[in-house]
């Protein structure tokens, strides 16, 4: 692996099921992210982790859980997916401890998911 | 929480000219503002950032500034080429947690 991968690169869904979306870095980052991205709208944040078993909530945590058992990996859970929750998604991740949270955030390819 | 606007929302401009894109943000504790380049398809990419105890930072031709005073940062690029081309964010950062402006899509005509 190099960088930052995410599976699988597009999802369609029926409403209602369950999803989870897989997020895997290899740098030993401390911190990670997921974004929605929306025509429109940017990106958003819709929780991160600062550390591996720390979760925090971000602008649109709602209808969304992650976990953070490890350094490299940060998987999303759609619980019950909804027509609204149709975006890319990407996953990030930063070393956010060294220079004061000063750096880069890295970004994976993103997936595609449509909830019909 | 953090609010970042960001202007034109489109921009074209002809190969050589310079572009210029602005934002605004909302939370004084931002300290942090990078800028990404987003290509059709692909995933955001760093282009330029600046802290919030500088000025102004160029790399080429790209260059950003910052108001503190003002809340606000922009993004200039010179000689624009047809590879320019692109949707481009600003985000401000408090603590390293990223808030984007909704993204301008630059197309640099031959």
């Known amino acids: 692996i190099a960088g930052i991968t995410q599976a699988p690169t597009s999802q369609i869904l029926a409403a209602g099921r369950r999803m989870t979306l897989r997020c895997t870095q290899d740098?030993?980052?401390?911190?990670m992210y997921w974004y929605r991205q929306d025509l429109g709208l940017g990106l958003r944040l819709i929780h991160y982790?600062?550390?591996?078993?720390?979760?925090g909530k971000g602008e649109v945590p709602d209808g969304y859980s992650v976990s953070r058992a490890n350094t490299d990996d940060f998987p999303l859970t759609l619980a019950s997916a909804v027509p609204s929750q149709t975006s890319v998604y990407f996953c990030?991740?930063?070393?956010?401890?060294?220079?004061?949270?000063?750096?880069?955030?890295?970004f994976g390819p993103g997936t595609r998911l449509t909830v019909l | 929480g953090e609010n970042v606007e960001q202007h034109p929302s489109t921009l074209s401009v002809q190969e050589g000219d310079s572009a210029v894109i602005k934002c605004t943000y909302s939370?004084?504790?931002?300290?942090?503002f990078p800028w990404y380049k987003q290509e059709l398809g692909k995933r955001p990419q760093l282009i330029i950032d600046?802290?919030?105890?500088?000025g102004e930072k160029k790399d080429q031709r790209i260059a950003v500034t910052l108001n503190k005073t003002a809340k606000h940062f922009s993004l200039h690029i010179t000689e624009t080429q047809p590879e320019d081309s692109a949707v481009y964010f600003c985000?401000?950062?408090?603590?390293?947690?990223?808030?984007f402006g909704s993204g301008t899509q630059l197309t640099v005509l031959p």
């Open positions: 985000a401000a950062s408090r603590r390293g947690q990223l808030t």
């Open positions: 982790s600062n550390t591996a078993g720390t979760t």
């Open positions: 600046i802290r919030s105890n500088v």
């Open positions: 740098m030993r980052h401390n911190a």
């Open positions: 939370d004084s504790a931002s300290n942090y």
């Open positions: 990030a991740s930063s070393d956010s401890f060294r220079d004061r949270g000063h750096n880069e955030q890295f």
